[in-house]
């Protein structure tokens, strides 16, 4: 290992030594870098690149050399600060700065006897990103004294919030931020250090000070804390009751601090007292829980008013799209009341939130009424949860010495997969179109990686068996059935779309041309090699069926064989190129 | 600068078996723009809007700082015979630019002229992987009250507004990534096979060391380069032949290529357009009737942004906010237009019209089509931009007018264009610059006057190369080589007597 290290040291040597252009020699250094050993030398490389074009080999410098190099970068330091490379400076200054030293450090400047400009400077060399240094007291109200105006700026970067600080530690400073009438300056700090009491001692100042309506906004919001998380914010609830409509946007923008520890009964309550229904709603939704929701929800439906009147009601309760609320559902008897009232007018309310759970009663009901657009969306979360059921049902051999079969979800497996099978059955005997239609509709939603594991669904899973396996010819003799399947932007899906084109011939081809520009796309895209074999399997099957489809064929593997990469096919591409090239040149000359 | 945005709606997309409906609200407050109609190809329009919210949302950052903060909504512009999407990332760094022409539409009733946001929502990229070309596919814009809703009781609609405040240096890089378009880069087209290969290459290898840069090398009478850092990877573009004077242009920014790998499968051809070494490049995937522009700075939290460095490159004109004013008003009127039929209309000199438009261009006020060259007006805000506060004189400019007007800067050699075909079409100077100490200037400014390649002594212009825009020595021999022609048009000397001299064609 000594050897390796002595035998690098030697070749850095010998790069440095050498007449490089800059640009070489920092190619040369790159490689050598490639050494786990490199930083231990920096002793070595980092002053000569320092010496030979600071600027240049900045990035470099800054890369390679860190706090184990700690006394490298102690020796570059003075030396960039005295030539003024600033970034350089701070970049390596930061890489071995400790919080009382670089504090020790910043008050030497703040006594020192340069400028201000000086000052400034150089401790705007030493800014530190690290959000967990911050200025002591004492070094900030140096500054601070020594010119309000030219320092404010760079404390207040500084001075940061940290657990369990307080800002009775910075009472002097604020004192002086005060006398010397910086506002803006004092508020930033006081948001920064504030505790939970004097937060609310401040807010209370507010409401005594008996502040005008014009004004609240602004000094709550100036006051905002922005480091206490379980306060009592009852007082804002105070503030809200005395000042109303006023402080909503503030209220609104810390809804959920604002609410916790039992406040949003009160808050709920107040704001129902301001006669904005849309506005107590938004609240509700943001505060309250799903199960409570459903009550509401019940209440509402007990209501005598017309399907008008409570779709008006139910969007005004209907909480928006967003991450909060995508486990929110509705219970089995809600949704089946709001179904029964009228399908059409609350589909996307059910769609939205009655199918994230598999209900059966809404399935049983949707199959009397013959809805099957509402029947697509309840298999596709029937086929979802299936999805998990496999896993408790059949568990991977590597795991069945603790996890055993559960017979439960076998039951629930087979119970769902009959009742998809029938429906799939009866919409074929329909009519083919009609079973194609609903078929794609359904794989249609499954997003990209949504199959878990596509091989256990096609073990176990007796929906997803029936629509990869049944009715394929039928599939081919669907132009849209077929778009859907390839559209998709699960790859599974595009397989299945894939392995029921290559089964087929002359029925096949019209197909294949059809989606030409999406069988490119998977050629040329990032799809696993075996996907790739697939779709160029179903174009060559396609070129067979006559020149027609060759001709078209032709360009897509043209383009096609000049992707280069890991997941190219180029040899087999190639293959088939030729090949289709010779087809349509004997047909040429047999014409 | 803070923007207020309010929608009376979400957006939403509806999609059943048979039908899908893809509305996007638009800003309330800005003046109404709404159009409406059925999608031609909604697998094309899926996968461009795609990749059009996968630009909003990229952010290749290696800082938290910011890294979830939702700048401002995309614009959308509708006009007389296309649509276009705009959205700059997060991470300020790309742009990107989505065209669709209206006969990409079945247009299904009234359409009104405009510019405004659109509420694109995080959860719309997944919405939009239910568009299916067998589905009749409605798209429509606009504010409420335009059609009647799809969504039925219990969506998602409430009026909810917000307020956006733009960092300066979000928005100035916006204003000149976008605004790069109208610097007259060298353009060429590549087969989108060539750039797929590019990209898997990047996917496939991680970098062992530094540089990362994609070097794009241009070589008399041979077809064009791609150059991947460090592996000097070599990517011929088919189809190309190159026919100027060698050069060597060296950009960054190259993994956010990536956000190209849902388009270029689909597109028929790429035009690249590259400035310089440095500055940003970009790429127009045209796919089928539509086209997606991706422009690259080639910087997160773009160093441009610091500063005005475009206006530094720009052609130097007399600033005639008069003639700016005037423009406007041309394009107000016409909505589009080429620079030529604006200068002849006008009555201007091409020249003095092109830095109008640029400006234009730059306070986000027009935009251009570097393909064909038309010029349009777009209006990414609703009140026009304080310019001058946004963007002050730079520094270097004063320092390079000191510089100047002291006689620091001594002329050695100026270098006309050459006028023989594939010949050098640009005027190359080296001067002696001193400022404390001399330093070794070389200016190349094109047939536009813009500075198209330069190289000094000095720190900054070591530290930074062009990456900031030039140093004052750059721009203090550019005052003199303009001087010196105005003055003197006999001084100039002959292509070939640069011998020996470096060559500043090495763009790297």
């Known amino acids: 290992m000594a050897g390796i290290s002595a035998d690098l040291r030697t070749q850095i040597h010998a790069v440095l030594a050498s007449p490089l252009d800059r640009s070489a020699l920092l190619r040369q250094m790159s490689a050598l870098a490639e050494h786990d050993a490199f930083r231990t030398h920096a002793d070595l490389w980092a002053p000569a690149l320092f010496q030979r074009a600071a600027p240049f080999f900045e990035p470099f410098l800054l890369r390679y050399l860190d706090a184990r190099q700690e006394a490298t970068i102690r020796a570059l330091l003075p030396q960039a600060e005295a030539a003024g490379h600033d970034t350089l400076f701070n970049g390596l200054y930061q890489k071995i700065a400790r919080e009382d030293a670089w504090n020790a450090e910043l008050l030497v400047l703040a006594r020192s006897h340069q400028t201000d400009e000086q000052v400034l400077r150089a401790i705007q060399r030493r800014e530190m990103e690290r959000s967990w240094f911050t200025m002591t007291e004492v070094v900030a109200l140096t500054l601070y004294r020594r010119n309000p105006a030219l320092f404010a700026a760079f404390i207040r970067r500084h001075i940061r919030h940290r657990w369990g600080q307080r800002s009775q530690g910075f009472e002097h400073l604020l004192q002086a931020i005060q006398q010397q009438g910086d506002d803006e300056l004092y508020w930033a700090l006081f948001r920064q250090l504030a505790g939970s009491d004097e937060w609310k001692r401040s807010i209370r100042q507010v409401l005594r000070a008996r502040t005008p309506a014009s004004a609240i906004l602004e000094e709550v919001r100036r006051r905002h804390a922005e480091h206490i998380w379980d306060a009592d914010t009852s007082v804002l609830i105070d503030v809200l009751e005395r000042y109303g409509i006023v402080v909503i946007p503030y209220i609104e923008e810390h809804l959920g601090w604002i609410a916790q520890r039992g406040s949003a009964e009160r808050l709920l309550s107040v704001v129902s007292r301001l006669g904005d229904e849309a506005l107590y709603w938004r609240f509700y939704c943001k505060t309250r829980d799903w199960v409570q929701w459903n009550g509401t929800l019940r209440e509402l439906l007990k209501r005598p008013i017309s399907d008008s009147e409570l779709a008006l009601a139910l969007e005004i309760r209907t909480p928006p799209s967003g991450w909060r609320w995508q486990w929110w559902r509705l219970e089995s008897d809600v949704a089946l009341s709001f179904y029964r009232r009228n399908p059409d007018l609350f589909r996307p309310m059910l769609e939205r939130f009655a199918t994230r759970e598999p209900d059966l009663t809404l399935f049983h009901e949707a199959e009397q009424r013959g809805d099957e657009e509402l029947l697509d969306t309840l298999s596709f979360r029937l086929m979802e949860a299936m999805q998990g059921l496999i896993y408790s049902a059949y568990p991977p051999p590597s795991t069945q010495r603790w996890r055993k079969p559960h017979n439960e979800s076998q039951q629930r497996l087979a119970e769902y997969g009959a009742l998809l099978t029938r429906r799939f059955d009866r919409l074929y005997a329909r009519s083919p179109q009609i079973y194609l239609r609903h078929a794609a509709s359904i794989m249609s939603r499954f997003q990209a990686f949504r199959v878990w594991s596509f091989q256990k669904n096609l073990a176990y899973n007796p929906a997803f068996r029936y629509l990869f396996w049944q009715h394929r010819a039928a599939w081919r003799q669907s132009s849209e059935g077929m778009r859907d399947l390839l559209e998709s932007p699960n790859i599974y899906v595009q397989i299945l779309g894939l392995e029921i084109l290559a089964e087929g011939a002359t029925d096949a081809a019209p197909r294949v041309i059809e989606n030409l520009p999406l069988l490119r796309a998977l050629l040329l895209g990032r799809a696993k090699l075996s996907t790739k074999r697939k779709a160029l399997g179903c174009l060559q099957q396609a070129a067979l069926q006559g020149n027609p489809f060759a001709s078209q064929i032709l360009p897509v593997l043209e383009e096609a064989l000049h992707f280069q990469g890991k997941r190219a096919i180029d040899e087999r591409l190639m293959v088939a190129f030729v090949r289709l090239r010779k087809q349509l040149a004997a047909e040429q000359n047999a014409s | ?508």
């Not at chain 2, 795609?50 to 290696?62: E, K, N, Y």
């Not at chain 2, 007389?80 to 065209?99: C, G, K, V």
Request: hydrophobic share 40%; with cysteine.
């Open chain 2, 1 to 508: 600068m803070e923007v207020a945005l309010a929608y009376d709606h979400r957006t939403s997309l509806v999609a059943g078996s048979e039908r899908a409906a893809l509305h996007l609200a638009a800003n309330l407050r800005r003046a109404p723009v709404s159009f409406q109609g059925r999608v031609k190809e909604p697998l094309l329009f899926r996968q461009l809007l795609t990749a059009l919210h996968r630009c909003i949302v990229s952010d290749m950052r290696f800082e938290d700082e910011g890294r979830w903060l939702w700048m401002l909504d995309p614009v959308i512009t509708v006009h007389h015979d296309q649509l276009f999407f705009e959205a700059f990332s997060n991470d300020q760094s790309s742009y990107a630019r989505l065209s669709a022409p209206l006969d990409a539409f079945e247009i299904e009733g009234e359409v009104s002229y405009g510019t405004t946001n659109i509420d694109f929502t995080w959860e719309l990229r997944e919405a939009l992987q239910h568009l299916r070309s067998s589905r009749r596919t409605e798209f429509r814009v606009g504010a409420g009250g335009f059609g009647v809703s799809t969504t039925g009781a219990g969506a998602p609609r409430a009026h909810f507004e917000r307020k956006v405040d733009l960092p300066e240096s979000w928005l100035k890089g916006f204003l000149q990534v976008q605004s790069a378009l109208a610097l007259h880069p060298f353009l060429f087209e590549a087969r989108p096979a060539d750039m797929l290969s590019v990209l898997a290459y990047m996917q496939d290898h991680k970098p062992p060391t530094l540089p990362h840069g994609l070097r794009y090398e241009l070589q008399p009478d041979a077809p064009i380069s791609i150059i991947l850092e460090p592996w000097e990877q070599r990517f011929t573009l088919r189809g190309t032949q190159y026919t100027g004077y060698a050069r060597r242009v060296r950009v960054w920014g190259r993994r956010r290529l990536e956000l190209l790998s849902g388009v270029l499968p689909y597109a028929d051809r790429v035009t690249v357009g590259v400035l310089g070494r440095g500055l940003p490049h970009f790429y127009i995937c045209h796919v089928g009737r539509y086209q997606f522009v991706l422009v690259l700075s080639g910087w997160t939290k773009n160093d441009w942004s610091k500063d005005s460095a475009f206006d530094l490159l720009a052609p130097r004109a007399p600033q005639d906010v008069q003639l700016v004013t005037r423009v406007y008003l041309y394009l107000r009127e016409h909505l589009a237009a080429p620079q030529a039929e604006i200068a002849a209309n006008l009555g201007q000199p091409a020249k003095e019209i092109e830095q109008a438009l640029f400006q234009l261009c730059r306070a986000g006020r027009a935009m251009v089509d570097p393909t064909t060259g038309q010029y349009r007006l777009r209006e990414l805000f609703a009140e026009p931009l304080d310019i001058e506060a946004l963007f002050p004189a730079d520094p270097r400019l004063t320092t390079a007018q000191t510089l100047f007007e002291h006689g620091k800067v001594t002329l050695q050699q100026i270098i006309s264009p050459d006028q023989a075909p594939g010949g050098r079409k640009e005027l190359r100077a080296h001067a002696m610059v001193h400022d404390q100490m001399d330093y070794q200037v070389t200016v190349a400014l094109d047939v536009t006057e813009r500075l198209r390649f330069a190289r000094c002594g000095c720190p900054f212009f070591e530290q930074n190369l062009m990456a900031r825009g030039p140093c004052a020595h750059i721009l203090a021999t550019r005052l003199a080589v303009e001087a010196s022609m105005d003055t003197t048009p006999g001084n100039s000397v002959g292509p070939g007597a640069l011998a020996g001299a470096p060559d500043v064609s090495q763009e790297n």
